[in-house]
């Protein structure tokens, strides 16, 4: 253990501490600045799901804006000077056009009446017209709507308050992020891939070592993999047909002489070695020069014919496709030579040293896509279309009429921008022609099933291949996603740990500007490499400097240069997500500016003492500062995965590491909960549960009902369940008060008793007191939402709206109708049971009415109504009906059905800790153990829950709540939090216990309700937050006798949804001819559900039929009725002759007299 | 074995002592009995006394932010003072009636109409605004309200304040026939007439007077401290 | 309030009033979901008891009580053992959603199950009688006491 060494400035701060003794060591906070209020600080600059809005915002302000410049200029082919440039493009605000007025819309508007909630892309643009081809501009012009993020900048929420947001019918607590494309919500979630433009170092299948390169630029994307494979070096490249000698590719490159190559590798004569059989092999082939080696390239191109005739299609996949990134200018390779040799020579150094390997499962190298940079592509290849189909509409225009050429600007038609970029967010399938990109459920629907639930899919990060590959390597979790990714948050099954979440603090960069970055560096002492040799680049003790995957050239003082850098973007000279990595295995310094990089921030410290003083502290939390005033008095710094790895950080300022040097630390955690994401953030005490167990409370969390939004009853979500008395837990987390799960809460805080009862607590389930029932414990309402479109058929024909029908005294005609209003539609506030009607619609007997003047009669309808099937018995009640026009001007009635429902044996409940369980019984509150004060637990947990599943948190939360109850102060455990004081110590807990009169230990004295004998045990019992989940066994009960069949086969439906049958499967039948009772499966499978009776005929074996009129059986094959004979089959046995006989198969049936 | 014969009563004579009697809390001594009648009235008294709650709603207006059967919920839920409960009839017994609430033998019939108008707070409706038909069945707070300003007592601002069942923001309405009748806690908790049953063995503590007296003061002192129930 | 409960409790133990269980649910509005379940059962008014014996062990029978459970159960059952003439008494609750209890007795030969039974409800009653007298009393005691001023 190391003595805090004593700084002046240490020495001041801690005046009121004594000198270290052993005691000031024990103690781990020896004088806590509290720096949890820069949580909140930081969350309210950048909310929760700053990344998705950030990389949008980046989009519609910087990308989109990139994208018409790369691509301003559209010009016809036979003349070039009638042409059309885009000068300017903006985004404007969300609106609608109707009847040629343009309305802005609101998010909330959108949803109800399903439409997109997108905002105009104009452009500025001059343009060429007539003959003279006169120079015209024109403003502001339409190329398409694009979906809007909600609470990107161009949306209307962006910036309001919450009483601004409550009048637009928003939440204040919905995070946005997502957009609206026809009513619903979709989320494009964050992807995850290899990072772009950098050498990965890995082993392939046949466990050859290859180095590979991903490379990324507006024009092309294209992967390069160097071989080695029997020693001898490869180039593999999809545009040839088989791997290329790397020592021809130099020399294909202008590299001829071997010498130079060796040199670019790097002269240790081991290197050499390695080298030597790929100059053997490229000698052997008698390729000595340049011309040589782009002749023998030549012959294995895969498509010879295409290509640019005049320098050879090998020297062009060369320069385009080959490590495409690295830039080729006036025809020099030279970049490129040397990009290669270091490739070569890092593979090399695997060879070597094999940990000198990439992982390709770290998250430094990793890059996750946000949905900026996946519209941004999406848009683009839109842009080019549209750009592109305009062109061959002027090029069809101006072949046909040979006269005046038309312009350009009425050309360009809007509609497929704004429906390819609907279609893709709303199917979620990302089609990019230009680079064969097909991605599948890239927007999902936002889940609105509870809060957290809609949060979680924020965070969500799904990986780019398969998910069916067995491998452990890409599932485990990696030491690199500590405080980046969440370690507990991740779905079981087969996306078990390749789907990810973000962690509470990550944030996700975006694209920043290389130029001035570039020139900084060289200005800083890089020296350029086209000035230097190959000897020199790999001269001992000087480093390359790598940015965004470029060499850029070599600095030999790299710390220097890289604390020079650092102090730069502390003082806020560069971007705060500039990441400066020195690598000191590859001789290398990173710096990366590329967006996608995940990264968090943390406080700086100087040799261990925290650059966050209690006095900056206290300006935040009076209002002074903000926490971007953090960062720029470098104060707090973001780094990246890879830049972590040059820092020392510690969890807290004072404590002591055991094997640390304190000088040594540079940074601090801002607070060690916020290595969790916030799914998980709610569990309380998740540091003393089993790991799995929080995985599997991330995965409840999101079924949990609760409050979804403020505007939850406003909402028209196909589906919605809601908790009636919805509580705040009693033991919260940090995180749950920074993520508003404390105002819209899941669940209610029950009193537990942990014991056995009644034998009906068996596997997990759960005891339940009816009183509490009674009382409004887990009761829910479930919201549906049926929508009826009243369907137009042109020509004035369409569906009406019928009101219900009556007799002349009033009553109603059909009892069915009795929700009905008197306009048709069922009443808010009518109790609707099954069977009752909706909506009283009616539609045309004959819908195409082409020449038929007359108008439509009465007798011209026939009902066609809206029927609510429902559960029987119970009582559901029509809540709200909306009536809109949907996207075709047709009248949309949408009701919205709602039913409150209390809890009944088998609705399943769990705790926040991965419990569990559904509700065994529902017992009398009489019946219930009682304690001396008379309290009585609402429900009854088995302790055989315990012991197996090691979840000690929930332990915790019981003691934890039970204090909080007594001493009326909710208590807290956030994770790794008791350190910080942010987690209530159990000591302190028993404490507060014993002041009001409880055991320490939380265990009660309580009596049998039963018989009033005191029980033999004390038992454990507190409140645990409990939270009901949406399985509920009134959505999932069946059962049926006989029902409907299917018309094919006269077998019975399948699924609940249809009154289906209950499958006798094949281990049931197994089970049944086992027991013997064969002939049973014979009776009921066969004579009693499927007997038919067939002709056949005993001639051809074929089926014939039965004349019913002449009374005789007949063989169609045969052409005569003699040899006919009945019998009896099933018939699914009858069907398969007749689909076998369809294909050609001839089924003979061979009958003998039985 | 010598037992007596058949017939003979075991009768136990149980001794009463009331400790504490409150309008709205009793502890009393059972003496001379064991638990299993201790416990049969507690059970008795949570689920078997019949009381008056409010059991039918037919809402005319809702346009309060808390659905019908949310509010129908915390109606039923509001104490009401059921010393008529006795001679009321359980309306699935009624023969007056058929159960609809309609007559006066099983039913109390109760109004609620609120309206908040036009003004920035928001009203909160409270058993207050229940209007009774029948005077003896009224929600408890008006009930005790009514008496403390019968008795000409200090005004307790609680009773005045009532249960609240709904706010309702400008311009919304609340109006409602509701039918309170007779029931037992068995069937559903808001007929349960008490809070807490509970009921303790009470232990019997004999000091020992010769060890206690070896104890000093600070000992002693501390021994009553020690007390968890002081 | 509390004297309500005894009176009743009285009444409820031995009135056969209680629960005649035909609930028709007429709960047509809304509160219907906090409806009460209550099992349709075609009782007999007159056959809330039922008697069966053993036959195997003689001296032994069960009762089968409808529509009672833990209350009375409990306290018919330690009244009974309170009797040296029963061998056994035990009751049970043959099944949650069933609601009835069934007491089963075993007695010495000098006695009957029947007999016992009968006795030990007898007592019960006159018990419960008694405490309600002897609360009503109490009751009276103690308001005096606290008028006088204690």
């Given amino acids: 253990m190391t003595v805090p060494p004593q700084g002046d400035d240490a020495a001041k701060k801690d005046k009121d501490v004594p000198p270290p003794s052993y005691r000031s060591l024990a103690a781990p906070v020896a004088n806590p600045v509290d720096k949890f209020a820069l949580l909140p600080a930081f969350l309210k600059v950048r909310g929760l799901v700053k990344e998705h809005i950030d990389s949008f915002n980046y989009f519609i302000t910087r990308g989109i804006r990139n994208i018409i410049q790369a691509n301003n200029r559209i010009e016809a082919r036979n003349d070039p000077n009638i042409y059309l440039r885009y000068t300017n493009v903006h985004v404007g605000t969300p609106s609608v056009q109707v009847d040629y007025k343009v309305e802005e819309i609101t998010p909330h508007f959108c949803r109800l009446t399903d439409r997109t909630y997108s905002a105009p892309i104009k452009v500025d643009i001059e343009y060429t017209v007539g003959k003279q081809h006169e120079l015209q501009f024109k403003r502001n012009v339409l190329i398409g709507y694009m979906p809007i993020m909600l609470r990107s900048y161009a949306c209307i929420l962006h910036g309001k308050d919450e009483a601004e947001l409550a009048r637009l019918g928003e939440c204040p607590l919905d995070p946005g992020g997502y957009f609206i494309v026809k009513g619903t919500e979709k989320v494009i979630l964050i992807q995850e891939q290899l990072s772009k433009n950098r050498i990965i170092i890995d082993t392939d299948s046949k466990g050859r070592v290859i180095a590979s390169v991903t490379s990324s630029t507006h024009e092309i994307k294209s992967k390069t993999v160097i071989t080695l494979d029997k020693e001898k070096i490869y180039l593999q490249l999809n545009q040839f047909t088989k791997p290329i000698p790397i020592i021809v590719v130099m020399k294909a490159m202008g590299m001829e002489s071997d010498q130079e190559v060796v040199q670019m590798v790097g002269r240790d004569p081991r290197y050499g070695d390695l080298l030597f059989p790929s100059i053997q092999e490229c000698a052997s082939e008698r390729i000595y020069t340049q011309q040589q080696a782009l002749q023998y390239m030549d012959e294995k191109v895969t498509y010879p014919g295409a290509g640019n005739q005049k320098e050879g299609r090998s020297k062009s996949i060369l320069r385009d496709v080959f490590i495409a990134h690295v830039p080729v200018k006036n025809g020099n390779f030279r970049q490129k030579c040397i990009y290669t040799g270091v490739m070569l020579r890092r593979m090399m150094d695997a060879i070597l040293n094999a940990n000198t390997f990439d992982d390709k499962d770290y998250v430094g190298n990793k890059r996750l896509e946000l949905s900026g940079q996946l519209i941004s592509l999406l848009f683009e290849d839109l842009f080019k279309t549209m750009n592109s189909q305009a062109v061959e509409l002027m090029n069809k225009n101006s072949d046909k009429t040979r006269s005046s050429p038309s312009d350009f600007s009425q050309l360009i038609k809007h509609e497929s921008i704004t429906s390819g970029l609907e279609r893709a967010i709303s199917t979620g399938n990302w089609d990019i022609k230009r680079f064969r990109m097909h991605r599948k459920g890239v927007s999902q629907v936002l889940s609105r099933l509870s809060y957290m639930a809609s949060l979680g899919y924020m965070t969500r990060i799904t990986p780019q291949f398969e998910k069916t590959r067995k491998t452990s390597g890409p599932r485990a979790l990696q030491p690199s996603q500590w405080g980046m990714l969440c370690p507990c948050d991740t779905p079981e099954g087969e996306a078990c740990g390749l789907t990810k979440n973000l962690a509470l603090l990550t944030h996700v960069t975006t694209d920043q500007e290389e130029g001035p970055l570039m020139n900084l560096c060289k200005s800083l002492g890089v020296e350029d490499l086209s000035l230097l040799s190959g000897e020199e680049i790999h001269a001992p003790g000087s480093f390359l400097v790598m940015f965004n995957g470029l060499i850029l050239g070599k600095h030999r003082q790299p710390q220097t240069f890289a604390n020079a850098m650092r102090n730069l973007r502390r003082s806020g000279k560069i971007g705060e997500f500039v990441s400066i990595f020195v690598n000191e295995k590859q001789h290398c310094i990173h710096i990366a500016s590329d967006g996608g990089r995940v990264c968090r921030p943390l406080i700086i410290a100087d040799k261990g003492i925290s650059r966050v003083k209690e006095h900056h502290m206290k300006e935040l939390r009076d209002g002074v500062r903000s926490f971007d005033d953090f960062l720029r008095d470098g104060l707090i710094e973001y780094l990246d995965v890879n830049e972590e790895n040059n820092a020392l950080i510690a969890l807290y300022e004072h404590v002591d590491q055991d094997d640390v040097e304190r000088s040594s630390i540079t940074h601090i955690e801002i607070e060690p909960l916020s290595i969790l994401g916030v799914v998980s953030g709610l569990i309380p005490y998740p540091h003393h549960n089993q790991s799995p167990r929080n995985t599997y409370q991330c995965a409840m969390g999101k079924q949990a009902m609760g409050n979804i939004a403020y505007n939850q009853l406003f909402r028209a979500d196909s589906l919605l369940y809601l908790l009636v008395y919805a509580q705040r837990p009693l033991l919260t987390t940090k995180t749950i008060e920074l993520v508003g799960y404390d105002k819209l809460g899941a669940g209610q805080n029950a009193t537990v008793a942990v014991m056995g009862y009644s034998g009906y607590d068996i596997e997990d389930a759960i005891v339940m007191n009816k009183s509490s029932l009674d009382r409004g414990f887990g009761r829910c309402i479930a919201m549906k939402k049926y929508t009826v479109i009243k369907e137009y058929y042109g020509e004035g024909v369409s569906d009406r709206i019928a009101k219900p029908q009556r007799d002349k005294d009033g009553a109603l005609v059909k009892q069915n109708m009795r929700a009905l209003d008197e306009d048709g539609i069922a009443a808010p506030g009518q109790i609707i049971r099954n069977h009752d009607v909706y909506v009283n619609k009616q539609s045309p007997k004959v819908i195409d009415r082409r020449g038929a003047g007359a108008p439509l009669m009465d007798r011209d309808y026939k009902d066609s109504p809206a029927i609510y099937k429902g559960v029987d018995g119970e009582t559901t009640v029509v809540d709200r009906v909306m009536l809109c026009s949907d996207t075709n001007e047709k009248l949309s009635i949408k009701c919205i059905i709602r039913h409150t429902r209390r809890p009944e044996v088998g609705d399943k409940f769990s705790s926040r800790h991965g419990q569990k369980g559904v509700c065994g019984t529902i017992v009398q509150q009489e019946d219930f153990p009682f304690s001396e004060r008379g309290i009585c637990p609402d429900l009854i947990m088995n302790p055989h829950g315990f012991p197996s599943r090691m979840t000690i948190g929930k332990m915790i939360e019981l003691i934890g709540g039970k204090a909080g109850v007594s001493c009326g102060r909710f208590h807290y455990g956030s994770a790794f939090g008791e350190p910080s004081g942010n987690a209530d110590k159990v000591e302190d807990i028993s404490n507060t216990l014993i002041k009001h009169g409880f055991s320490y230990n939380g265990k009660d004295f309580l009596y049998s309700g039963i018989l009033g004998h005191p029980l033999e045990a004390y038992i454990f019992m507190g409140p645990i937050y409990y939270q009901k989940l949406k399985h509920m066994v009134l959505d999932k009960m069946h059962a049926r006798a006989s029902g409907p069949r299917v018309l094919l086969t006269r077998q019975p439906t399948e699924g609940r949804s249809r009154d289906g049958g209950l499958r006798l499967g094949e281990m049931e039948r197994d089970c049944l001819i086992a027991y013997g009772a064969s002939m049973l499966i014979f009776e009921r499978l066969l004579l009693s559900s499927d007997p038919y009776q067939v002709q056949v005929c005993r001639k051809c074996g074929l089926l014939g039929y039965y004349n019913y009129k002449l009374k005789t059986s007949y063989c169609s094959m045969c052409k005569n009725g003699e040899n006919m004979a009945k019998m009896r089959l099933p018939y699914a046995c009858k069907l398969l002759f007749q689909e076998l006989q369809s294909m050609n198969v001839v089924p003979r049936l061979k009958l003998t007299e039985g | 074995m010598d037992r007596p014969a058949a017939g003979s009563s075991y009768q136990r004579f149980p001794r009463v002592r009331i400790r504490e009697l409150k309008d709205d809390y009793a502890k009393f001594e059972l003496r001379d009995t064991d638990a299993s009648i201790a416990n049969a009235l507690r059970r008795v008294m949570i689920a078997e006394v019949p009381t008056v709650a409010i059991d039918l709603v037919e809402i005319e207006v809702n346009s309060s932010v808390l659905n019908d059967e949310f509010i129908a919920h915390r109606l039923g839920l509001i104490p009401l003072t059921s010393a008529a409960a006795m001679q009321m009839r359980f309306s699935r017994d009624c023969d007056a009636c058929d159960g609809d609430g309609s007559c006066e033998y099983c039913s109390v019939e109760f109004n609620l109409s609120a309206r908040a108008t036009d003004s920035d707070q928001t009203l909160e409706v409270t058993s207050n605004d229940l209007r009774s038909a029948d005077p003896k069945v009224c929600p408890v707070d008006q009930a005790r309200a009514y008496q403390l300003a019968l008795s000409g007592n200090d005004y307790d601002p609680n009773a005045e304040r009532g249960i609240l069942i709904v706010k309702l923001r400008r311009g919304q309405e609340l109006r409602l026939r509701a039918i309170a009748r007779k029931g037992i806690g068995k069937d559903h908790a808001k007929w349960s007439p008490a809070a807490t049953v509970t009921f303790m063995y009470e232990p019997d503590i004999l000091i020992n007077e010769e060890l206690m007296d070896t104890l000093t003061f600070d000992e002693k002192r501390s021994w009553v401290e020690s007390s968890p129930t002081k | ?150």
């Fill in chain 3, 1 to 150: 309030m509390l004297d309500v409960c005894l009176l009743v409790l009285l009444l409820s133990v031995f009135c056969n009033d209680r629960f005649n269980c035909d609930y028709s649910c007429l709960l047509s509005l809304l509160n219907c979901l906090d409806g009460v379940v209550v099992v349709l059962m075609s009782v007999n008014h007159l056959c809330r008891v039922s008697y069966e014996r053993d036959t195997k062990i003689v001296n032994a029978a069960s009762f089968t009580i409808e529509r009672e459970d833990h209350t009375i159960g409990n306290i018919v059952r330690m009244q009974l053992h309170r009797d040296p003439n029963v061998l056994f008494a035990g009751y049970k609750l043959p099944h949650p959603l069933q609601y009835k209890i069934i007491v089963r007795i075993h007695t010495t030969s000098q006695s009957s199950p029947t007999q016992a039974y009968t006795q030990a409800v007898n007592d019960l009653d006159k018990e419960l009688e008694y405490l309600k007298q002897a609360f009503e009393v109490e009751k009276n005691r103690y308001e005096e006491r606290a008028k006088q001023g204690f």
